[in-house]
């Protein structure tokens, strides 16, 4: 039984590392340096980063506070929907 737990922990590190990229240690412009770390790999969904609500970081064991979905009422550059389309032109343009 005790095997089994211990195999179930080595897959789910692994799992985590392959879905996570590790960035090293710099120092920005303004002076301030920032440590080593890892983040969620980066990819086109917003639902699986560690710091968005249901995640929990696998390093740190926080869970994630932010929404994956943006705020329907910010303002936008655009000055309407984000997730309208774009109007096309009848004539091809």
Same mark, same amino acid.
């Given at each position: 039984?005790?095997? %089994?737990?211990?195999?179930?922990?080595?897959?789910?590190?692994?799992?985590?590392?392959?879905?996570?990229?590790?960035?090293?240690?710099?120092?920005?412009?303004?002076?301030?340096?920032?440590?080593?770390?890892?983040?969620?790999?980066?990819?086109?969904?917003?639902?699986?980063?560690?710091?968005?609500?249901?995640?929990?970081?696998?390093?740190?064991?926080?869970? =994630?506070?932010?929404?994956?979905?943006?705020?329907?009422?910010?303002?936008?550059?655009? =000055?309407?929907?984000?997730?309208?389309?774009?109007?096309?032109? %009848?004539?091809?343009?």
């Amino acid at each position: 039984m005790q095997s %089994i737990l211990v195999m179930a922990a080595l897959l789910l590190a692994g799992e985590a590392a392959a879905q996570s990229t590790y960035y090293q240690g710099y120092t920005r412009q303004n002076g301030t340096y920032v440590q080593p770390h890892y983040q969620s790999a980066p990819n086109a969904s917003r639902l699986d980063n560690w710091s968005t609500q249901g995640n929990v970081n696998p390093y740190t064991g926080q869970a =994630g506070t932010r929404s994956p979905y943006p705020a329907f009422n910010a303002p936008s550059t655009s =000055g309407g929907n984000p997730y309208a389309s774009q109007p096309r032109s %009848i004539y091809g343009r």
